[in-house]
């Protein structure tokens, strides 16, 4: 039982990661298509939560493989 726990936690983990990496670069394609700031503040929005959620995504890939 504790196994498919730390399995469900660790593909939980690595597809945080993805997903992460995918808005990461889904804002850097809206970076270079904006012309006014406005916009570009509104992406930076979702940027700024990429960081913690790819941070949690690698402790859910690390913690469980421990």
Known sequence: MLYKIALFLHITGA???CAAIAI????IIHFRKT???DRIKESLFYYSKVGI???IG???ILIPGI
């Open 15 to 17: 597809l945080m990661v």
């Open 24 to 27: 990461e670069w889904l804002c």
């Open 58 to 60: 690698a402790l859910l």
């Open 35 to 37: 012309a006014s700031m």
């Open 53 to 55: 959620m790819g941070d």
